[in-house]
């Protein structure tokens, strides 16, 4: 019983994260915000989409009820490997509220970002329906066809092509709605932050593979094709609104507040 209501919950996620593979091209630079930096030597850069987030924002987050009162906050994500999309949020209760042994497995589907006041999840779920997943907790977490992100992928090292150690595993980025993993981010080189860089590819293109009990990341990835792939920037390239009069300019910015590279330039009085 409880394998089925797992796999209907995973069943109902997948034809959009199926959908959305089949869009992504097959390149290793994630489908998200891009451009470069301006002051040389220029850099490649891309950040999180309008419709997608970082994991570690995601983990940590409140999850609120209708109302605006926190039920629950998000400890965890459980990705589907198969269809390489966030499935499951795992949540434990706040404000009041309590699950069967502390945590429970929700939907991500279920949940609704809001970015003001704080960032914050929205679930229209009530006690019992986010009660019930409690007893999918584990199953989740260990089950051969998912990936539990914090012990699974965030901080393992990295091994691409031919056995090569490219890093360690920063972040993934995922698309709201769908779950779809858009990237995975790689911190290569530098000793402890100095030097280091944390490169964003395509998740698809990547085709991350991990096991259990401590073992790494492998990638389908060379060193040379992670270390051309672009650094995520927190600011940049968010894209600017035209200004009345000057048509569908779009202007980005990087992650030093200049004007980054597009495909079309910047107005004059932008540059």
Not at 55 to 61: D, E, L, M, Q, R
Not at 217 to 231: D, H, I, M, N, W
Request: glycine share 10%; hydrophobic share 45%.
């Amino acid at each position: 019983m409880i394998k089925n209501t797992l796999a209907a919950l995973l069943i109902a996620a997948l034809p959009c994260a199926v959908a959305s593979q089949a869009l992504a091209a097959e390149s290793t630079t994630p489908q998200m915000n891009n451009g470069h930096t301006n002051r040389p030597p220029k850099t490649s850069v891309v950040s999180p989409a309008a419709d997608q987030i970082a994991a570690s924002n995601v983990i940590g987050a409140d999850v609120q009820d209708a109302q605006g009162a926190i039920i629950a906050k998000i400890t965890d994500l459980i990705v589907d490997r198969r269809s390489g999309a966030a499935a499951l949020a795992i949540v434990e209760p706040a404000g009041g509220n309590s699950f069967d042994h502390g945590k429970s497995a929700i939907a991500w589907g279920s949940l609704r970002f809001e970015p003001r006041p704080t960032p914050h999840f929205v679930t229209a779920l009530g006690h019992e329906a986010m009660a019930a997943g409690a007893a999918l907790v584990e199953q989740a977490k260990t089950g051969d066809q998912y990936y539990d992100v914090k012990t699974d992928l965030l901080g393992k090292p990295v091994v691409g092509a031919g056995g090569a150690t490219l890093g360690h595993v920063q972040d993934l980025v995922l698309t709201f709605g769908t779950g779809h993993l858009a990237a995975l981010v790689i911190k290569t080189g530098g000793f402890i932050s100095m030097g280091a860089n944390n490169h964003a590819v395509a998740w698809d293109a990547a085709k991350p593979q991990t096991g259990k009990n401590g073992a790494p990341v492998r990638v389908a990835l060379s060193k040379a094709q992670v270390e051309g792939a672009p650094v995520t920037a927190t600011m940049a390239p968010a894209p600017i609104a035209a200004k009345p009069g000057t048509g569908q300019v779009q202007i980005k910015r990087d992650s030093t507040g200049n004007i980054s590279g597009t495909q079309v330039p910047a107005p004059a009085n932008h540059r």
